[in-house]
């Protein structure tokens, strides 16, 4: 018997890319998108694909998808090959890809999903009443939003219209990427409550990136951290935090940029190394992961006086995802 | 749950007229559509020699030859456009990732979509040009009419395996949507819509008979355009066009597979 859920194996994908060099001149350069990344997601959890943008998480979605073919490597939905048996594993997926297009602009979202429903073997009043079923669970009734013509929908009523049809069929297995990109609150909150209840109620398997620490922490079961195409650090928000344990971080708000820059300089020189700079509106915030904060402080804040820097405002945290991936990754912005 | 094909069929239907009856701009150009290509068609054609030198070459009424051409071209535009011109639009409103998506081949639906507006051109056009060549002709050319408006529909079914090709190329191709604008009049110019292939040097002549279009609008010349045409040579067009259809569509849809899965390897479907 196959497992179940996905399950994916040492997947590689290059795109091969023109550089521009000029009017007429060009350099092909082959850009390695996925480094061999295996995972697997079981039913009754969500998983997040959590990385910066060019990581690799819609590459890694339109693999599973069947709409893009790997170089190596294999996964399997439902124990179904994505490479061999791509007409059976689309008979188990539901997907979500970019959320501001990909419906027909002059139908209603009720003709919308009714027209995808068909292509998906649905018929009759079973087609109706699901339809009607579906626009309620993603609140686009209550928004009075469902006879109205796509080209009229906001960002979140086309977001929560996406979700429906791949809700339609009633897929075991959901690939949803980026489904609250860009999405006003009240939109992303009610996405990320129905992903949540489909996976505990109905026991389905998703896979869910996103770009979003926060929103990764807490909708996520398990989490996968992917930067340049390798899967860095894996487990649950819980267990990922444990990997910078015994750190805690300070964070000093800053009203420049320069300032922040400056500070960064004098610390790193004075050997601290965890450190990473965060815009905030109009505040820039430098977080410094150490190990004793309270003794660290005093001497950081003296550091500061002495070079003449104004700090705005001073707090001690606890580890967050974000400080996880810095901490593995290195990256300071 | 695998759709089947008349499943698709009523998707597509729907699709259409819904679309079709929202759209004012859309309703008014297929009412405009008849009268606008026969003028079109009669000012192409009369560049290329005066009207003598046609009635000299062709004993046929310039008017209804032209008349036969218009109403072709027509009904085989459904399918060049349906089939190659739809993945230029469904890659614009990014729909075509998810027609992939669907649990059945893309060809299928792919095949299944020209099947609504085919429809409705061709009851549209008898309805239009019929009555016209009644008054012209009288009532055995508008029976002529209503003849070859089933073989324009016939020859543009038979079009299906090239338009899937093109189709595939088009995906393959990654944004480079223009050819389509060079192929699509370079298709229609070949069959001798614009012009009669008797008239066209012979290389062209050969080329044009690898074209099931070609044989339609022969075909449909003949049946509307001579005063007694010959049941023989309009059954021979019919033929020779079924059997190019034959081959062509199993063709036409194993490349377009084939592309499909070479555009997948690499990453060329945009989302
Ligand atoms: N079709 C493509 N051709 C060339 N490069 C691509 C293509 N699609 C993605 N890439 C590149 O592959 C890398 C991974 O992209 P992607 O999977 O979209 O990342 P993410 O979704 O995590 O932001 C990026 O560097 C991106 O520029
Ligand atoms: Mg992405």
Redesign the interface.
């Known amino acids: 018997m196959a497992k179940k859920g996905i399950e994916v194996r040492e997947l590689v ?1 290059r ?2 890319t023109k550089i521009r060099k000029g009017f007429l001149r060009s350099e092909t350069k082959v850009i390695e998108a996925l480094r061999g990344i295996s995972f697997d997601v079981h039913h009754g959890e969500v998983v997040g694909l959590l990385g910066p943008n060019g990581a690799g998480k ?2 890694t979605i ?1 693999i599973l ?5 790997p170089d190596s490597g294999d996964a399997f939905i439902e124990g179904y090959s994505v490479v061999k048996e791509p ?1 059976k594993v ?2 188990c ?1 539901g ?1 979500m ?2 959320v ?8 209603t979202g009720k ?1 919308n999903l ?3 429903g ?6 009759g009043n079973y087609l109706k009443k699901r339809v009607e079923e579906i626009l309620d669970l993603v609140g686009l009734k209550e928004l009075g939003a469902a006879d109205r ?1 796509y080209e009229e929908y906001s960002l979140g009523m086309r977001a929560r219209l996406s979700l429906a ?1 791949a809700l339609l ?1 009633n897929p075991p297995i959901l690939l949803l990427d980026e489904p609250t990109l860009g999405l006003d609150p009240p939109s992303a909150r009610r996405i990320r409550e129905l992903v949540k209840n489909l996976v505990r109620k109905d026991g389905k398997a998703v896979l869910y990136t996103t770009h979003n620490m926060f929103e990764a922490e807490i909708i996520c079961d398990r989490i996968l951290l992917i930067d340049k195409g390798v899967i860095i650090a894996s487990g649950t928000p819980a267990e990922l935090k444990k990997l910078v344990r015994g750190f805690r971080a300070i964070v000093l708000k800053l009203r420049e940029e320069v300032i922040a820059n400056k500070l960064i300089k004098i610390l790193n020189t004075s050997g601290y190394e965890k450190i990473s700079k965060i815009k905030e509106g109009e505040l820039v915030n430098v977080k410094i992961l150490v190990e004793d904060p309270e003794r660290e402080l005093t001497t950081i804040l003296k550091l500061a006086t002495s070079h003449g820097l104004e700090i705005d405002y001073i707090a001690i945290q606890e580890p967050s995802l974000e400080d996880v991936f810095i901490e593995l990754t290195g990256a300071k912005e | ?4 094909f008349i ?2 069929v ?2 597509e239907f ?2 259409f007229f ?2 079709f009856l ?2 004012k701009s859309l309703i008014i150009a297929l009412v405009m559509y008849p009268y606008l290509l026969t003028a079109l068609i009669m000012f192409i054609g009369t560049m290329f020699g005066s009207l003598e030198y046609f009635k000299q070459k062709i004993p046929a009424d310039p008017l209804l030859f032209f008349l036969a051409s218009s109403l072709t071209l027509l009904i085989s535009l459904v399918i060049i456009d349906d089939i190659g011109a739809r993945f230029i639009w469904e890659e614009r ?3 075509l ?9 893309t060809a299928k ?1 792919i095949l299944a979509s020209p099947i609504p507006r085919l429809a409705l051109t061709s009851c549209w056009v008898i309805a239009v040009l019929a009555p016209t060549a009644i008054v012209i002709k009288g009532v055995g050319a508008g029976l002529a009419v209503v003849l070859t408006c089933l073989i324009a529909t016939l020859g543009a079914l038979c079009f299906v395996g090239l338009a899937l090709i093109i189709g595939g190329l088009l995906i393959l191709s990654r944004g480079e949507w223009s050819i389509y604008w060079v192929i699509r009049p370079l298709i229609l110019f070949i069959s001798g819509i614009f012009y009669p292939t008797a008239l066209m040097p012979i290389w062209l002549r050969i080329l044009s008979m690898t074209l099931p279009l070609s044989y339609a609008i022969e075909a449909s010349r003949m049946l509307i355009a001579f005063e007694n045409p010959e049941m023989r040579l309009i059954l021979i067009n019919v033929t020779l066009m079924t059997a190019l259809a034959i081959l062509y569509t199993p063709l036409g849809l194993k490349t377009y597979a084939y592309l499909e ?1 070479r555009t ?4 060329g ?1 945009r ?1």
């Open positions: 994908k795109y091969s819609t590459t339109k998808a069947t709409l893009l073919l007409h689309r008979e997926i997907v890809l970019t501001e297009k990909g419906f027909y602009p002059m139908l003709e009714e027209y995808f068909r292509l998906y073997g649905l018929k013509i049809r069929p | 749950m695998k759709p089947s499943d698709l009523v998707a729907k699709n819904i679309e929202r759209r409103m990014g729909t990732p998810y027609l992939m998506l669907i649990p059945t081949s639906l899965v997948k390897k690499l990453g479907l989302i």
